[in-house]
């Protein structure tokens, strides 16, 4: 029982794939439970085992790329069980490949889990193209000649396939285990490449079913450069769970406490559950005949089924990057722009393109075809018909040219947009805005830094777009209110008490919520940054809690407008204690957080991060943010009179001077050197991260005293 | 919205607006995100503005999207009908409804202009 008991929430194992040997290994979970999960653990195994960290291109064969799950994958905890986070160095970022991250749903997770494993690592590179398949502790590693080529749709089918003929019979498989003969019905859990990734685009996704995609950080092209096509997992096992009492309590807790009921439907809800399963899309509803489908264990069900034949489980940015095209192109028919919508959509999982490039990037080449720049025969030569843009006949050929690198993809989807702008000469179009990649040559998620300071701050001291919406849902409500007319439901001072007393002891005040342009740079608004990025390192990339979920600051259901975070009933604390066992205080969890990050700093150190490289692209500075003709960005400030109201925080910069004494404040405060931005002995001291202390020195990157 | 509109000046107001000039506006999807869009036309616009589900909300300023009308379009008609709009109803989402039947009318009778002229 005492073995079993420190395996709680964990399966016990981590499966090390050889590539370069074709071969794997063992390694015990047992020393890395320190970092949670997901980012964490991924880190700590990145940190073990890449053995040169200073590489800068994710294409590079010494690199190694973790996807990990935690305790809550395969488990019912609301909106968890089925996240999946992927770390290793990447591609396509700016100035170079940063070490970096990304996360997916579906069932991946929850699989990898049952066939007993908390995470997988590949290293090295095959000598030809390879595919792994996991049947509990059963590893082959099988040539993938017949997949190299496929979409991933077509992979996953033929693996699917491949797994249910090698058992007993279709339907019930035999599985090998050490428990006696078991069967399944269920169906492997496949994370694959497409041909964007076997082409090592930087514009490459890990790709999982449909729309389950890991899209930034370049991973597809971190695969390809491997020669690895596919993961697959099937098992037969459980995740043992330390107290199921208390976490089919803290499940009813939420129900009964912080979710929207959809019997009483609440069109005013302030709060992250707040309606009824649906999928999350930027277009209408393509047909009636839909249902709505959710990763492992959620209860949320922000994606759609449809009887179409394409489109399945597209959501978000999959729904938006090409629907105003499709719209233009349908002369307004929104029914025939949802279907084109979905059609590209569906094209970009079977190729494994990310379609967050194309979100701020399709427009910037429709600019420039209609300037009479990009065309056949023009300054920017190209094939591929932009007078089409907007048909599902434009989407294949230039979603075909991105992912096989032909035409103006080769430049493109290979480096990156930001650094075929600079090679055709448009540099100035990156530093105007036009072409909206705020941050590491990431393109903007659709919160400006000049407004939601949060989204900025995190961002620059980390290494791509935060992409964590915990704070930024005060937008959507404040707004949407305003809006429709409709006085906001919490008001400002109480929203800002409501948010900030979830922060303590980080915060100190609720002044940190008071985005008014005289705060900006104040240390308690510094605070709130650090807090919400040392909680989004643990709770939801290591603790894989769902982004649209998570955190549950303020909540209009709750007697008291409290939300879920931090509570005693439903926090994020009491489901990860219900199955680990452990004794973990939410505010540990963020202590957590916050060594992660600085493990991370000095895998960005050792790669070759300078302080100097820590900055906005120069529109963020150089022109006020009115984001086109958009009515207001409504956010709690403090008035002249000390009042809390929400007032427009749209037209204004940043400021490039008092942002260097931001920095300087910021890595004062996180122990790192201010000079440099690297860590000290301080640091490693702080943070428990004396482990990384040889090799910073080695380097000679290890700071002076802060 | 009454004036007389000849063929060759409806044609022109129909008109696709140089790359520079474009109405850059946004539609805010409640929960998936804010997205751009880029206006190029008032038919365009009259799709941007179409009333859809409660969940999805034209994100422009209404004195923005007026003096785009009348400065990149040369709808000065236009542009004060959707200025009117504004003083008319108590909030933004009805004033961008009203917007639209503005703007739906007005192309509507711009098409049928223009067309007369092909005839």
Redesign the interface.
Known sequence: MAEEATHFGYMGKILHIRLDRLDYEVIPTEKYKQWGGGHGMGSALFWDYCEDKTIQDGRDPKNVCIVAASPFSGTPTPSAGGRCEVVGVGVGLQPIGWFTRSNFGGRFSSMMKYAGWDAVMVSGKAPYPVWVDVRNDAVKIHKAKPLWGKSTKEAQEMIIGFVGKEGNNWGWDRMPSDRGVEYTTKKPAVLCIGPAGENQMAQAALIHESSNGAGQGGFGAVWGSKNLKAISFIGTQAVKIADPAALVEARFATKELYAADPEKPDAAFWGPMNSPAKPVMSIALPTDKARVSACHGCINGCRGIYNLGYGNQNHCNVTSFYAHHAQRWAKGDRIEASKITLQAGSICNELGLNTYPLKHGLPWLWYLHKKGILGKGKQIHTDIDFSKMGSVEFAKAFLHALAYGEDIGKELAYYGFVPTAIKWGREEDWKSGRLKFTYWGMPEHGYDPRAELEWGYESLVADRDMNSHCINWIFWHVNVATLRGIRPRIDAGTLAKLVTDKMKPWVSSDNALNYATENMYSDDVMDLARWHLFYTRYWKNSGLLCDFRWADLFNSKHPELQGATASEEAGEHIFWNAITGENLSFNDGIRRGQRIYHLDNAIWTLQGRRRDMLKFADYIYDRPFDKGHFPFYMWPVKNEKGEWIYRDVMHRSHNRKKMEEWKTRFYTKEKLDPKTGWPTEETLKAYDLGFAEAELRAHKKLGGVS | MTEHINPDDARRLLREVD??DI????????????????I?TL??L??FL?P???RD?P????E??AS?VEDAVGDKTLAEAIRACENEH?????ACEAAYYKTEARVSYLQKQAQRSMA
């Open positions: 790359p520079d109405l850059v506006a946004a539609r805010m999807h409640y929960p998936s995100g804010i997205h751009d869009e880029w190029a038919e365009e009259m799709w179409q859809a589900s409660d909300i994100g422009v300023s209404i923005g999207m785009w108590e909030n933004f989402v009805d």
